[in-house]
């Protein structure tokens, strides 16, 4: 009877109260253990530690995902205690999605290739592919910060190694739904003081991508100045001062105006006229002329800061509305002079991104190149605005055109670093920048149309006789003897920072006597004379 009533008659959630304390020290002690076949993935240390500076050093100046000297600590206990039980499941895995990001922009001894793709490429797939696993075996229930940290750097990992290109716009709509399921789009300080200052300023950083106008923007602080034991934090930086949340607490303030066109460009047609385009045009130059300018000379970063990454970045993301805004204006330059200024201020965009890239790519910085097509955009809108133009004119945009052509070249060259750290598993991109290079030339008068379309060809063919040179396994004799001829070709054309050779003979039966050899740039953005 005693055994009967105890059974049926206790409170229904009795039994649950010695569950629940079991099962949260089940999940603690299940979090805490090893996964070794995430560790047998983790390379050896120097290559690690080169990964990770290489990730730390520029995604994180925009990207805000780990507190870099809590993550530091952490990853020094990884390696100092490799041999204990120490080393859990979810740091490891974080680890290996973020090397995945870096092992592509890394400048390895000499890249090799299996295929189109790189074997960099390839085993940053590989990693992603596993910690993509790990994290499906976690519970939805019980979300940690790490887990969330981890989902986007798989995501951005993603977006590196162009894994799944179709899928970029789900995914990201997958992670704002999983941020928001576990409260990251809520501001942290009506939460009742349930969240630390830490997690506060952490959960902050996370929830621009939210946009989601709860959370403020972080403030303008270096991880350095808060930690886990903070109860404090320290007032804002002015935005003067350069820190590695700079972007982010920068960006946050054009949002409003960048989400609105945004619903205007992206949305249904709508009936967008010529005044509303110039009342937009001078609302985005108002945003770029109230950002600040930071010292952003390669030479004088201290401690890994890199400001002109962000300031790249705050520019770029601005000025990329215009070229949209006033694309369908430009056509009509013909029928109405006043539409003149359409095609000034779309030159003067394309130009200056492509002028900004340049200026990073110079210092080695490839992050944005990687994450961003600016490259293969701006190649086109400045050959498009250009041969609007009617040859024989004296428009500014013809004035500028023998440094319009070097613009291009330099998107090229920057499109073929990037294909030669990665692959070339999508050869159209490049294709149509060589397509729209010798356009131009022929619009120019600089080659015939013969030339311009036997030298796009070349180009063209010549990047995968790159690729060929290096590929993993060797070839066979024939296709190695054409890789040994290739090897040993046109020094003078490899890329910055990457051993490149080219073919010693032209796979066309042009001759180009008048042509020049191609030149490196010097001094690209000071040359180009000022526009109006």
Not at 19 to 43: G, I, Q, T, W, Y
Not at 223 to 242: G, I, M, R
Not at 490 to 515: D, H, I, M
């Amino acid at each position: 009877m005693q055994e009967t009533a105890d059974e049926w008659l206790r409170p229904a959630a009795a039994h649950d109260l010695k569950d629940r304390k079991k099962r949260k020290e089940d999940r603690e002690r299940l979090f805490l253990e090893r996964d070794l076949e995430l560790e047998a993935l983790v390379p050896p240390r120097a290559e690690t530690d080169a990964l990770v500076e290489v990730y730390l050093s520029q995604f994180e100046q925009v990207h805000r995902i780990v507190h870099i000297p809590t993550f530091r600590r952490e990853y020094a206990r990884f390696w100092e205690n490799a041999a204990d039980e120490s080393r859990h499941a979810a740091f490891t895995a974080m680890l290996l999605a973020m090397i995945a990001i870096a092992n592509c922009l890394h400048t390895h001894d000499r890249p090799r290739f299996t295929g189109m793709l790189s074997n960099a490429h390839n085993t940053a797939h590989k990693w992603i592919e596993v910690v993509e696993r790990w994290q499906a075996r976690q519970s939805m229930k019980h979300r940690r910060l790490i887990h969330y940290q981890i989902a986007c750097l798989l995501y951005l990992g993603k977006r590196i190694n162009t894994v799944k290109k179709k899928r970029f716009w789900t995914n990201s709509g997958a992670l704002i739904q999983d941020g928001i399921s576990v409260g990251l789009h809520r501001d942290p300080g009506h939460m009742g003081g349930r969240i630390s200052l830490y997690n506060q300023e952490m959960r902050a950083a996370s929830g621009p991508p939210q946009l989601h106008y709860d959370v403020g923007a972080p403030r303008n602080l270096d991880d350095e100045d808060f930690d886990e034991e903070t109860t404090q934090l320290p007032p804002s930086k002015p935005a003067k001062d350069y820190t590695y949340s700079s972007y982010q607490n920068l960006a946050r303030q054009s949002l409003p105006l960048r989400m609105e066109l945004s619903r205007l460009l992206c949305g249904p047609p709508g009936d967008l006229d010529y005044e509303q385009v110039i009342r937009f045009t001078n609302d985005i130059t108002r945003e770029i002329d109230s950002l600040p300018s930071w010292e952003t000379d390669g030479a004088n970063s201290q401690n890994g800061k890199r400001p002109l990454l962000a300031y790249t970045l705050l520019h770029i993301q601005l000025r990329q509305y215009i070229i949209p805004l006033h694309q369908r204006f430009i056509k009509l330059r013909k029928a109405n002079p006043k539409y003149q200024y359409s095609e000034i201020i779309y030159y003067n965009a394309a130009r200056d991104i492509v002028l900004l890239h340049d200026k990073l790519y110079d210092q080695g910085v490839r992050c944005l190149n990687f994450l961003r097509e600016d490259a293969l955009t701006t190649a086109v809108n400045l050959c498009k605005v250009t041969m609007l133009q009617p040859r024989g004119s004296t428009h500014m945009i013809m004035i500028n055109s023998a440094h319009t052509v070097k613009l291009l070249e330099r998107c090229l060259v920057m499109k073929e670093d990037r294909l030669m750290r990665c692959g070339n598993n999508e050869p159209w991109g490049y294709s149509i920048m060589c397509a729209a290079l010798g356009l131009l030339e022929v619009h120019l008068t600089i080659k015939t149309a013969e030339q311009a379309k036997a030298a796009s060809a070349e180009r063209f063919v010549n990047l995968h006789y790159k690729l060929l040179s290096y590929q993993d396994p060797p070839m066979s004799s024939t296709s190695s003897a054409s890789a040994s001829a290739a090897a040993s070709a046109n020094e003078a054309a490899r890329l910055p920072g990457l051993e490149v050779p080219e073919r010693a003979k032209s796979v066309t039966p042009f001759s180009f006597p008048g042509s020049r050899p191609r030149r490196q740039r010097a001094g690209l953005a000071e040359a180009l004379p000022p526009c109006p």
